[in-house]
């Protein structure tokens, strides 16, 4: 099984250090990289990929939240800081979890594990190396089959997501970082923290909010820029 690449941004040399300690005792974990800043981690992520980052949030230059609301395509994040009271918004970002400094390698690891049951359920690749055109989700104990090219866009609902199809809608126990993991990134984008659509069946939008299939869907303010820039 292919080790889970992961980088940490960290301006602390002791944070950095805890944390690259505790991802080479992790067998499905590889260490890509560390960065001291969010705005050099930018620039390679521009020609590098990879599964899950180890994020602080105050980093100098370009906070850590800003630094979320400026990635197109997420990656698992796991937020590591000594500020408690940043967690709701983190979690309103969809981040996978929230480690409170000093971090303790057992609570470490029950995170990182939540990272890697998502990307087990990732779609495999077919012999073309092309993602394959659906996916399987759980409904009520049963694992359904959606057509990418059916779905709508996607809606969270607290601890469920519902996927609107041209059909009909599914409701499935999972979070919306889970469900775009598993969506092809240059058909589907998040406009909202609780809304990923599908571009192909975009049919009008404002600066505020798009239409698809005659349902208005609001824009977040913190994507605005980007949903502009596609």
């Known amino acids: 099984m292919p080790k889970i690449k992961c980088i940490i941004i960290e301006d602390e040399p002791l944070a950095v250090k805890v944390l690259s300690d505790y991802v080479a005792q992790v067998p499905f974990l590889r ?60 979690f309103d970002l969809d981040v996978t979890d929230y480690l409170l400094k000093p971090i303790e390698f057992e609570r470490f690891l029950i995170s990182v594990n939540k990272v890697r049951v998502t990307n087990d359920n990732r779609p495999p690749m077919i012999e073309t190396g092309e993602v394959k055109d659906y996916l399987f989700i ?27 199809t041209e059909q009909k809608e599914f409701l499935s126990r999972m979070s919306t970082h889970e469900i775009e993991d598993l969506l092809p990134v240059h058909t589907f984008k998040r406009i909202h923290r609780s809304f990923i659509i599908s571009l192909n069946k975009l049919e009008s939008y404002t600066a505020e909010s798009v239409e698809v299939n005659g349902v208005s869907i609001p824009i977040g303010r913190g994507y605005r820029e980007v949903f502009e820039n596609l």
């Open 31 to 90: 260490l890509e990289a560390t960065f001291k800043d969010a705005i050099l981690a930018t620039e390679w992520l521009r020609s590098n990929e990879v599964q899950l980052i180890f994020l602080d949030i105050h980093l100098p230059k370009l906070k850590g939240m800003a630094f979320l609301k400026t990635l197109i395509k997420k990656p698992a994040v796991i937020i590591t800081t000594a500020y408690h009271q940043y967690a709701v918004e983190g």
């Open 138 to 164: 759980t409904v009520q104990k049963k694992k359904v089959k959606i057509l990418f090219s059916e779905i709508l866009y996607v809606e969270s609902q607290r601890e469920y997501i519902k996927i609107v």
